[in-house]
Structure formats: structure tokens, C-alpha cells
């Protein structure tokens, strides 16, 4: 059964930087894409990033000038560094991963920018 588990969010102040972590229960190559989306309060959830299995990435239009996603195959872990936090950066965020057209989430880590 495929999991992956997100690390890494927590309260911070604005201006500040943080890096998420999601490990993945198997070879992240196996995987078509794999990614991050948000869940800000009270909002839908919205693309953040993804990376696809040759190392192509892609950015939501409001993050990419702050976000970086990258992989580590050997330890099948995606990361999201946020730069800059600011307070509209508060969300749950998750990540993925889809195999062709089925999709494999995590359960979310909660990112809190507040001073």
C-alpha cells in the first residue's frame, strides 16, 4: 500500500523559511508526478508544485517565486522549501504522488506564518 507522510510544518514568523518533507513508502520513480497542494482556512485546495519523473517541475502562479520543490530518490522523500513565509502562506499542506490516474495523498502537515 502506497503512503507518504509529510514533516516539517509548524508555527513561524513571517519572513522566516521552512522545509517540508513527505517520505514516500516506495520508489518515487515509480511515480508519474508527485507534488504539493494547500488547504489555506476556509479556502479550496490549491496546486503548489510538482516535480515529474524526469525532473521537470511546475509551479502554482502564487508560489513560484518562494517555493522550491526537489527529490531525493535515495531516501524516496520530496521536499518543499518555502522562502519568505508570509501569513497568507498558512495552510495544510499535502503532498502526492499519482501512478497513471490514480492518486496517493498524505495526511497533511499544518504551516502556521504568524508573528
Known amino acids: 500500500q502506497v503512503q507518504l507522510v509529510e514533516s516539517g510544518g509548524g508555527l513561524v514568523q513571517p519572513g522566516s523559511s521552512l522545509k517540508l518533507s513527505c517520505a514516500v513508502s516506495e520508489n518515487i520513480f515509480n511515480f508519474n508526478n508527485v507534488g504539493w497542494h494547500r488547504r489555506p482556512p476556509g479556502k479550496e485546495r490549491e496546486f503548489v508544485a510538482r516535480?515529474?519523473?524526469?525532473?521537470?517541475?511546475h509551479y502554482g502562479e502564487s508560489v513560484k517565486d518562494r517555493f522550491t520543490i526537489s527529490r531525493d530518490h535515495t531516501k524516496n522523500t520530496l521536499y518543499l522549501q518555502i522562502d519568505s513565509l508570509k501569513p497568507e502562506d498558512t495552510a495544510v499542506y499535502y503532498c502526492y504522488g499519482n501512478i497513471l490516474s490514480n492518486y496517493y495523498w498524505g495526511r497533511g502537515t499544518q504551516v502556521t506564518v504568524s508573528s
Open positions: 516535480i515529474n519523473v524526469g525532473g521537470v517541475t
